[in-house]
């Protein structure tokens, strides 16, 4: 289940007993129209939300596994964040060569954006997604190829991004790659089976058509020979 597998690698990322960002969503990448698309994202929009988020999990006292437990009721309810992450599309053949979206696709590079006053322009579609913040970028790739990019940021905690966080999102990253193709892989031949079951039954209904048919047209001639 890829959702399934998306809920778990960006809760991780985000949890406070593990990676600890503040939000962080993936994109998912159509090869063929080159797009990057907003296929689901945690984390509170503003800081009022994120306190009031926060607190109530410090008073439940969850533990990591009880967070990573995923709930497909509670995931349909989810907060203006996830939502507008959704809504997210990016044209690649519209930025520019030197984009970091660009590269992380076509390089698999990894890009640590310290400081948002000196990071390079966005894309206007990610504005309502991108908080003034400690931003970093990073590739999911499979052994097919680049299946998207995972976006998280310090928006509200402020926790400083050392490399030993980068090399613990990365190794997130690859093995998140490598579930989602196999996720995706599993749903094509699930859904290659059942159409080969529709083309069976097909062809097992013709067939008895085609015997019903035949045994109508010997009734037909025995009737002929008694006439």
């Not at 533990?63 to 044209?91: K, M, T, W």
């Not at 076509?106 to 400690?134: G, W, Y």
Request: aromatic share 6%; net charge negative; hydrophobic share 40%.
């Amino acid at each position: 289940d890829t959702e399934k597998i998306l809920h778990i690698v960006l809760t991780g990322i985000t949890a406070g007993g593990a990676l600890g960002f503040s939000r962080a969503f993936i994109l998912f990448y159509d090869h063929d129209r080159k797009l990057l698309y907003g296929k689901r994202g945690v984390g509170p929009e503003n800081e009022e939300e994120a306190t009031r988020i926060w607190s109530q999990m410090q008073k439940d006292n969850l533990p990591l596994e009880a967070l990573l437990e995923y709930d497909s009721a509670r995931d349909a309810a989810d907060g203006q964040f996830p939502r507008a992450v959704r809504n997210l599309v990016i044209n690649l053949d519209e930025e520019p060569p030197d984009s970091p979206f660009r590269k992380t696709i076509t390089d698999r590079a990894i890009h640590h954006f310290t400081d948002p006053a000196t990071r390079p322009k966005m894309p206007e579609e990610l504005h309502p997604v991108l908080a003034n913040s400690e931003l970093i970028m990073v590739p999911v790739a499979g052994n097919a190829g680049v299946q998207g990019i995972i976006v998280a940021d310090n928006a509200f905690r402020n926790n400083p991004v050392n490399k030993e966080v980068i090399c613990f999102l990365s190794l997130i990253s690859v093995q998140a790659g490598l579930a989602i193709e196999n996720a995706l892989k599993y749903h094509s031949i699930k859904t290659k089976l059942a159409e080969l079951e529709q083309l069976h039954e097909a062809l097992r209904k013709m067939q008895e058509e085609l015997l019903r048919s035949e045994r109508l047209a010997t009734i037909g001639k025995m009737a002929t020979y008694l006439a």
